[in-house]
């Protein structure tokens, strides 16, 4: 069987395996601050989505304030502007 | 009796050290720990790393709470034993994450500085105590957006100053609320360290701190951004010495103290990247878009990440006209040092030599090549 990850789902795996979010935390309109999330986690987190999915963000694109959802927006738009 | 908060710290425990040299009171230090054996192991080691005949001390004494709880989370009567007995509180607990963001931050910079406050006016009838607080220059980071090219010693920070950083804002709250408190007669002093860099004695520094990762991050890139940006630095013995040193002479203002912390002459960041190659290290000048790229080009070097996390890198490093840091007055303060005979110690190839040593010793930086030495 083939599972195709959604861009939601990758985000939300990758917050809990790499940045030691708990899964019960996670909701759309929790804010990476929210999730102890600084900057510098935020950068890991850009680089990771690059390695990962190939989506390239711009540093400054995400940022403490944007919640999960925001998030995987940013994620999605830059995937169809690709 | 002295209380030192922040004993574990970089500064905290270099200050520690000076204020056993420099007065003859008990220093009890508070700490963040388990118990009071804890606290006491954590902060011995410490010292006895730096400072060993100060690390035996018996003058210190140890008590293992949180300067972010009431009370300090202690038992009341000990609370209460403190309160009576304590003359002088140097606050230097500070969470120094300049990636943090204020929510966080807060927590510790402006809460725990709330907290000291009440202690030092808790005594309804005695006089209240001397509140020593280590703030930072970073409160006029971005003063010149606010219009400021030229921060006068005694000014005082505003949020326009201090930028829309978490660090900064932070220790820029803690300062409004020492000087409300200071206007209704809380006698207090404020000290503002500039960058702090590595002990003039052996080269140690943090390994994860600005300085540490703009270094890590121009040797793997193999770039530097050579701005004339004016670092105002200084070495943190040195930062030590200033802050006992001006917390024991006699007061010559009303109202609340203010001193800068640095050397009266700045390190302009260009000097940094010629301290580097005297080392050895291949680094060349980038401009603020050939540097990102760089930081970018290294993947998940961490170093080069936290560079691109640090937004306030803009401002530290002057990347353009409008974030260059503004001039700091020290005048006063400067002289005030010479007279309590402060010698600032040299920040020349030798020292810088020395903090580079420690950093590739502890295998933040490669060693220096031998090929690349061999050149110079």
Known sequence: ?82 | MLLLTGATGFLGSRLCAELLRRTDQQVICLVRADSTEDAERRVRDRLSAQDPGQARSHRLRFVAGDVALPRFGLARDLYDALDIEVTDVYHCAASVNMAGSYRRLAEVNVTGTARVIEFCEASPEGDPKRLHHISTLSVFLAARRAGWDRVPEHAMPTPRTCGDFGYPRSKCDAELLVAAHALRGLPATVYRPGLVLADSRDGAAPHDDFIACLIAAAIATGRFPETDSPLPVIAVDHAAQMIAALSTVARTRPGLDVHPVIRPEPLLARELARHLRARGYDVTAATETEWLAALRGQGRNRYAQAMRALTISRHLLGLSPDTRLPELDCTETAKSCAGAGIVSPAMDRAYFSRALRHLSEHGVIPQPTQQTRSLR
């Open chain 1, 1 to 82: 069987m083939t599972v195709i990850e959604s861009v939601r789902d990758h985000v939300e795996r990758t917050l809990v395996d790499s940045f030691e979010v708990e899964p019960a935390a996670l909701r759309p309109d929790r804010t990476l601050d929210g999730l102890g999330l600084d900057s510098l986690a935020i950068v890991e987190l850009i680089d990771i989505m690059a390695g990962d999915l190939g989506l390239i963000l711009e540093d400054d694109a995400l940022r403490p304030g944007m919640t999960v959802d925001e998030i995987v927006r940013a994620l999605e738009d830059a995937g169809e502007s690709r």
